[in-house]
């Protein structure tokens, strides 16, 4: 729901999607302060099926991925494939600057609602479209999950120890990723369209956001064409990688000028000038020992000591966080991330020059997601 | 056709590695003029991941990874912790739109150069910080990279094998997530901008940018256990067994024909040939002055009226230093020769930092 004194209030986003990626899209400009309005299919929008649910038991208003997910956002049932609805779909239309949709390509051309009929009842529209595989080429039909846009990315063949088989980030990455970008992509729209009068369809592909970050393996390959990207598990060497403590893991990513602060933070203080170690490249050359020294170390550790003690002393080791860390968190918790309704921050502060950072932050108390109809 | 989305907007980049770098890269594609700021004794690091010996002639402009991020802007080199580095950067922001960083938490006040002086000098300046843990908080001047970041998100704690240990993923997926995130809030800023005729200060706190995306707080190992289909393991065996026998592509294409959502796992040089992609013409050939001629992934942001693509190769460093300190700043030849004496700008950086 939007807030009244928000001036994106303005902003009015129509979401015709049906998965993670356009609802996260939404729930973005929900968050921000936008007016977004779920038109959901008779029978209710898709993500009210998924679990989990309170005592595993499904209802369409307890899905947690739907509460989630539907945050800031108000809802009304509507059958756009329906004379009536496509009527309604027309009116809601002539006032909102963002639709976003995430058919497969060519169905809203089909319904009669494509982007020049989207563009002649409204001049300024920006129509968003989020997919797995964009809306052309050999792909763009073929049927998808979160799981199969992700292997087509990239980033899985990365991602898992060598010897076994590739692995899935943990919940719906792909389509995070695609639903991320394509906030970013209509907001901006959404500004040139209403400044400059420039209506627009964006075409945003689960594929080629994965693929435009795959770190510098691509380049690597592009330019070099040398192969780096066999997966490597945990550990990418003494410095990068995930290590085992005596309670838990901590995670190590120590650049060249990190190297004296993360010496200190080992207790090794020696370490700074042992010629072994005393550039990137030497350490490379001897990473074999300094693994050892970091394995060695880590399984004395406590993780949340280490978190601490190495947060102090300015070097770049993080615990690896349960969600129950969150809860925990000191952090977290004097940024207030956590709100009052069922979502929890955006992550962005936006800071009215007029007040203080910490009233901008505490003075919001998010909408939970509307019931249905 | 139009103009590019944001012809005319200018962009003061003070980010370096990588998620700063996506965010100001996505805004270059999209057609801001964007201007990457070093210094002799502060450069950006990913021009040290050459994959090259490191006596090749100007190595640091040969970057593979520094060359994809920061293609479409340009490059000046000026020292902000000199008093004279400091006096040309406030001018230089009395004629742009936007100020984005994503240093150590403190590095912006150290260097008197915050918000608030920023926006003395520009009532309509943007200005976005990217700091890992946020500006505020017992815990916000703690270092983290996008790694570290993934590790406090839950992300690292959710992913991996059922019966292994917490995973990294592939990549540095706090960073890029971040990036596009602060792009995101630019574009709403400017949206704000043109109704109340002032900016703001813009937070992206990157742990909490990423705690977002595992967002229904769902513990898939345990749920896994919980509601495992009957029969699971045994299932995975027979398609196993069927898979076993064909290339990945012969697998997904069967299934993708008989309307079962399927895809190979593709490589990193699988997705670079991918036939798909080549037909959308992602990739897109540049030109460098000092790297050559090579392909590159275009702008995934595909808009039907204004189409980004690369139009500049990344700058080397400090390539632009006479179009910025000359041409947007005025400064005459001799005032810029004192500058380089002084190694407040330049065309060489000291490649020690990074060794």
Redesign the interface.
Known sequence: MSDPDS??A??RVLDLSDGVAGA?CTK?FGD?GAEVLILEPPGGHPLRRH??FPK?RPDPETG??W???GTNKRSVTLDIARPTGAALFRRLLAEAEVVVESFPPGRMDALGLG?EELRRIKRRIVLLSVTP???????AG????N???F???????????PD?E??????Y?AE??AG??A???A??????A???D????????A???M??????????????K??I?K?R??V?SGM???F?TADG???L?V????WP?FCRALGREDLIEDERFR???SRLQHNDELEAIVYAWAAEQKAKDVYRR??EA??????????Q??LDS???R??E?FHAAAG??????????NRS??AAASGREDAPAFRLG | M?RL??HGVRVLDLTM??AGP?ATR?LAD?GAEVIKIEAVNNWD?LR??T??P?NVERVWNKS??F??VNRNKYGCALDLSHPRGKELFLRLVAVSDAVIENFRSEVMENLGLT?EVL?QVK?QLIFISMPS?????????????????????????????AD??????????GD??AG??????L??????R???G???????????????????????RF?DV??RYRNQDALDAIIAAWTKERTKEQAADAL?AA??????????????Q????R??R??ETVAHAD?GT????GP???????PGHVRLPAPCFGEHNDYVLRGLLGLSEEEVEALRTEGITGETPNWA???
């Open positions: 001036s994106l303005d902003l996260y973005l921000y679990g989990p595993d947690a991925l509460l989630y997910l982007f595989y964009g809306q052309d080429g050999p792909w073929r049927p998808a999950t799981l199969t846009a292997a087509a990315g990239g980033q899985m063949s990365l991602t898992g120890e076994r590739p692995l899935k980030n943990a919940g990455q995070y990723q991320l970008q906030f970013a992509a907001a901006l729209a959404a500004h040139y209403d400044a400059f420039v209506p627009q369809h964006i075409g945003i592909a594929m080629e956001c693929a435009s970050v795959l770190e510098l393996y691509l380049p690597w390959w592009a330019y070099l040398r192969d990207s997966r598990g945990n990418m990068v990688g995930v085992p893991h901590i995670g990513h650049m060249p000028r990190n602060w550039t990137n490249y190495a947060g300015r070097a770049p080791i993080a615990s690896v966080h349960t969600l860390d969150h000191p952090q977290l004097a940024r991330y929890c921050g955006s992550g962005v502060t936006m800071v009215d020059q950072l910490k | 139009e989305p944001l590695a990588w996506y996505l999209m690091l040290a991941f994959g090259q490191p593979p990874y060359n994809h918000y926006s009532p843990h946020g500006k505020t908080g017992p815990e916000a001047h703690f270092i983290a990279y996008g790694t570290n970041v993934e590790q406090l998100s839950g992300l690292c704690h959710l992913t991996g094998y292994g240990p917490p995973q990294k993923t592939g990549i540095s997926y890029p997530m596009v995130a602060a792009a995101g809030a574009a709403l800023a400017r949206w704000q043109r109704r109340r002032r900016g703001q200060y813009v937070e992206v706190a990157q742990r909490e940018n990423l705690i977002n995306v595992i967002g229904e707080y769902k513990d898939e749920a919980v509601s993708a309307g079962v959502p399927a895809s190979p796992v593709l490589s990193v040089p699988e997705v670079f991918s036939e798909h992609l037909s959308r992602f990739f790297a090579w392909e590159m992934e995934h942001w595909r808009f039907s009226e204004t930092v990074h060794e």
